[in-house]
């Protein structure tokens, strides 16, 4: 069974910087795309950024210049650097795989239980 597990979440101030991880565990073989995703209280998650496993990146307009999304495939990990974080940044914080192979299976899609980044003075 592949598990996800987020860790770096927590307060911060406005202007501040987190650094966000997400550890993939489970025999596996390959991951395909890797991301982390948002949902803000009221709101419906949302796509923060993703990179895939050629490392190519993509982001939501809303932290282009500020995050930065990377990845180290020799331990199944991605990072999200988070800087110049404001208040509307404020949301549980969620990894995403896709496309996952282990030695059994294969898993089209799989989620973190997610962490809360909360920015506030």
């Known amino acids: 069974q592949v598990q996800l597990v987020e860790s770096g979440g927590g307060l911060v101030q406005p202007g501040g910087s987190l650094r966000l991880s997400c550890a993939a565990s489970g025999s596996i073989l390959s991951i395909n795309a890797m991301g982390w995703y948002r949902q803000a209280p009221g709101k419906e998650r949302e796509l923060v950024a993703t990179?895939?496993?050629?490392?190519?990146?993509n982001y939501a307009d809303s932290v282009k210049g500020r995050f930065a999304i990377s990845r180290d495939n020799a331990k199944n990990t991605v990072y999200l650097q988070m800087n110049s974080l404001k208040p509307e940044d404020t949301a549980v914080y969620f990894c995403n795989a896709k496309i996952v192979a282990t030695r059994s299976f294969w898993y089209p899609e799989v989620w973190g239980q997610g962490t809360l980044v909360t920015v506030s003075s």
């Open positions: 990179v895939s496993s050629g490392e190519s990146t």
